[in-house]
């Protein structure tokens, strides 16, 4: 009777946090739709980069197009997501304290991440492949490599954002804290890109993304668990 | 005193055993190797050292989370200390082994930059608490920053080499050192230098915590 009581209260549990998770998700689309700044600028940022990059490259060897487009993004990402709790004001961040859960916050934080990169990745690879020009054999695999990329973006720089936010809304501490915690999953995603692009067979990139999968829940499930920490001052 | 200090008398004997015997033992003439084997020494232990002593940091700093108390923050950020000295002790005797064996001090080797990058990460958590003043504000953010980084970590050491080519062995189809080389001469030296340098890393960072907690007893307004 306990246990049965116990596993209703769980199940309440989670379909409350669900509920939490959409309404924040849904908060946080929604005041990005009305002044559509973060996304935007991004946006220009990704562009530029792209841009900058093919006047003083022009045609690029096959290993620095794919090495160049990592960077772009890891740039872009590394500015997109330092803000998702930098430009929480200390008042709000109470407020939500009072109505929402902890992991409620992280989990809304990381998806609405996630569709940010998956957006923004996705118009840079398109950029990117309009102005340099660089056959990619296995056009699957590298969105899989883009999409993942993105994921781990997303999941990584939303909890070094909220440990950075804290210790005093710095951008340079924002960087050192995420550049050797990416690097590893970088060099996991730039092999497999690499090998999107040589056209490799799907199998021989089985571990890498089986790694990369990995990490991200890791990394995810050690930021539930951590938030509530960083959470309350 | 003894029953106390017993691990420190071990740990001064274990090293001093593996320095003397490392130098005078015979090895197993191998090529390309040949007398450069007798690094594995004064190599690998120091590895040991930093991932165990690296670890105490993680432990000390989910206790940290869990009890609040200042001597665990402290633990914390000796072992560190402690571990990014191994770390750099353990990159150059490695840089110098590597010229001799693998003709470069810094071949393109994933174990090399992987443990560059871990000491990055761990100088990174030393920035981190400089930058936050309040001294249990930044105990709590620099444990956090501590626990998140560790997994990456260990999938940067373990992982990550064994998916890609490595020079060292063990990764990338070599065979571990285990396999044919390590004779058991060589055992008789390499476990004992282990457990040596192991205890030595934790009696420096006993000896560090001691004298932070005296320092901050002198800083306190009588």
Redesign the interface.
């Known amino acids: 009777m306990l246990s049965l009581y116990m596993s209703f209260c769980y199940l309440c549990n989670c379909m409350i946090l669900i509920k939490q998770v959409k309404s924040l998700l849904y908060k946080e689309i929604l005041l990005e739709w009305r002044s559509k700044y973060a996304f935007n600028g991004i946006l220009l940022y990704v562009i530029s980069t792209v841009f900058v990059c093919y006047l003083s490259f022009k045609t690029t060897p096959p290993l620095v197009w794919n090495a160049l487009f990592w960077i772009i993004l890891l740039f872009a990402a590394i500015n997109a997501i330092a803000k998702s709790f930098m430009q929480e004001s200390k008042g709000r961040l109470l407020y939500y304290y009072t109505i929402a859960s902890p992991q409620a916050i992280i989990i809304s934080k990381i998806i609405y991440n996630i569709l940010l990169m998956m957006i923004m990745s996705a118009i840079a690879f398109l950029a990117y492949q309009i102005v340099f020009q660089n056959a990619v054999a296995n056009l699957g695999l590298y969105l899989i490599a883009v999409l993942l990329g993105s994921i781990s973006f997303s999941t990584?720089f939303t909890?070094?954002s909220a440990?950075a936010s804290?210790?005093?809304n710095?951008g340079t501490?924002m960087a050192?804290?995420s550049?050797?915690?990416i690097?590893?999953?970088l060099?996991?995603i730039i092999?497999l890109s690499k090998n999107a692009m040589d056209g490799l067979d799907n199998s021989v990139s089985y571990?890498?993304i089986g790694?990369l999968c990995l990490?991200n829940i890791?990394?995810i499930a050690?930021?539930l668990l951590?938030f509530p920490?960083?959470w309350r001052? | 005193m003894m029953y106390k200090n017993w691990w420190k008398v071990l740990s001064v004997i274990l090293v001093l055993f593996s320095v003397t015997g490392g130098l005078l033992i015979d090895v197993p003439a191998l090529p390309i190797l040949h007398e450069s084997i007798r690094n594995l020494y004064y190599h690998v232990p120091m590895w040991f050292a930093m991932i165990i002593i690296y670890l105490v940091s993680v432990i000390y700093s989910i206790k940290y989370?869990g009890s609040g108390k200042e001597n665990d923050d402290l633990i914390t950020v000796e072992s560190v200390n402690t571990g990014i000295i191994f770390g750099f002790l353990g990159l150059g005797t490695g840089m110098i082994w590597a010229n001799f064996t693998w003709g470069a001090p810094w071949p393109n080797d994933p174990k090399l930059n992987?443990s560059a990058?871990?000491t990055?990460?761990y100088l990174?958590y030393i920035?981190?608490r400089g930058?936050?003043d309040e001294e249990q504000?930044r105990a709590?953010?620099s444990?956090?920053?501590n626990?998140?980084?560790f997994?990456?970590m260990v999938?940067?050491i373990f992982?990550?080499p064994r998916?890609?080519d490595s020079l060292h062995p063990g990764n990338g189809g070599n065979p571990g050192f285990g396999a044919y080389d390590l004779d058991s001469n060589m055992r008789y030296v390499f476990y004992p230098a282990v457990l040596g340098w192991i205890l030595v890393a934790t009696w420096i960072m006993t000896i560090r915590f001691r004298i932070r907690i005296i320092e901050n007893k002198n800083n306190q307004i009588q």
Do not use: Q
Request: hydrophobic share 70%; charged share 10%.
């Open positions: 990584v909890m070094i440990i804290k210790a005093g710095n501490l050192i804290l550049f050797p915690v690097i590893p999953l060099m996991l092999k571990d890498e790694v990490i890791v990394v050690v930021s951590l920490y960083l001052d | 989370l992987g990058i871990a990055l990460m990174a920035i981190l930058s936050i504000k709590k953010i444990a956090i920053y626990i998140f980084a997994p990456i999938v940067l992982v990550l998916l890609t």
